[in-house]
């Protein structure tokens, strides 16, 4: 019985380190357009304006179907992708000249 509570504590450690969420499993849908936004504007004279747009635009398509979770990504942004994809977070938030991935939503 304790192995088993082993594995399991070990697997959620695993989960963590590459990157799941388990308490918002909607974070992977924002990685993805964080990752895509900044794979296709990674010149550094891009403008910060399209840059933005590119990103509010992405997650509005994303979540569509889930505008009141939309919402309430703003306020939970940077904590959730700081840990879930720190690289896309950083380059989007480099490109778009703003200090959080919640200013970048606004």
């Known amino acids: ?17 590459c990157g799941g969420s388990a308490a918002d499993p909607n974070i992977a849908r924002v990685c993805k357009v964080l990752t895509a936004v900044a794979a296709a504007d990674t010149d550094p004279k891009a403008d910060p304006d399209t840059v933005q747009m590119h990103v509010v635009m992405g997650l509005a398509n994303e979540f569509e179907d889930d505008l009141p979770y939309l919402g309430s990504l703003v306020s939970k942004a940077d904590t959730a992708t700081d840990a879930a994809c720190p690289q896309a977070r950083t380059a989007i938030m480099a490109l778009t000249g703003k200090d959080s991935l919640g200013a970048v939503m606004r």
């Open 1 to 17: 019985m304790f192995r088993q509570a082993g594995l399991l504590v070990l697997a959620g450690f695993a989960l963590t380190a």
